[in-house]
T-cell receptor, first 114, second 113 residues
């Protein structure tokens, strides 16, 4: 049983560009959450998707947007990249009805903005 | 404002010793307190979690102690092993929705053989 998978593993972008990160949840999971983890810090909640809708959102600007597909996979889009967006972006999934309980995290995508 | 404060930032323990990591919170609405373990290059993995209606939960060598009145909770790793060397994060949430979910800043644990 594959766990949460994310692509790409690493990404280097230039300030002002746009980026799309992808996540496939663990089998049987329907809720996907995205987190930003700066170096040496704990993950910070960006938003959560359920039934293809953004259900909850953390304190992140509108430059951060997402999408969930009918197969529960998800994308995170970041527009107008800033140097401060450099971080590890984590995707987490949970079983139906479990919200953030028992989240399973993917290995993350390391984004570097130059 | 850090919703969950974690200490120490780093910890070095001899093999077989007890590792203790502490967290404190302010928001009394938090009702779920998990601990995550993260190895380099990997995402965090849920280790153990507790609800505020119990004061202690044990799973193998890992124990959470919870003090509701002091608004503190801690992770105890008994008989620490070199394979336990990782970064540990405490977290807290209100219900099972996402936006009220906060991580601590992490503790880097090194277990010396």
């Amino acid at each position: 049983d594959a766990g949460v998978t994310q692509s790409p593993t690493h990404l280097i972008k230039t300030r002002g560009q746009q980026v799309t990160l992808r996540c496939s949840p663990k089998s049987g999971h329907d809720t996907v959450s995205w987190y930003q983890q700066a170096l040496g810090q704990g993950p910070q909640f960006i938003f959560q998707y359920y039934e293809e809708e953004e259900r909850q959102r953390g304190n992140f600007p509108d430059r951060f947007s997402g999408h969930q597909f009918p197969n529960y996979s998800s994308e995170l889009n970041v527009n107008a990249l800033l140097l401060g967006d450099s971080a590890l972006y984590l995707c987490a999934s949970t079983r139906p009805g479990r919200g953030v309980y028992e989240q399973y995290f993917g290995p993350g995508t390391r984004l570097t903005v130059t | 404002q850090q919703q969950v404060k974690q200490s120490p930032q780093s910890l070095i323990v001899q093999k077989g010793g007890i590792s203790i990591i502490n967290c404190a919170y302010e928001n009394t609405a938090f009702d779920y307190f998990p601990w995550y373990q993260q190895f380099p290059g990997k995402g965090p993995a849920l280790l153990i979690a507790i609800r505020p209606d119990v004061s202690e939960k044990k799973e193998g060598r890992f124990t959470i102690s919870f003090n509701k009145s002091a608004k503190q909770f801690s992770l105890h790793i008994m008989d620490s092993q070199p394979g336990d060397s990782a970064t540990y994060f405490c977290a807290a949430s209100i219900g099972n929705t996402g936006n009220q979910f906060y991580f601590g800043t992490g503790t880097s644990l090194t277990v010396i053989p």
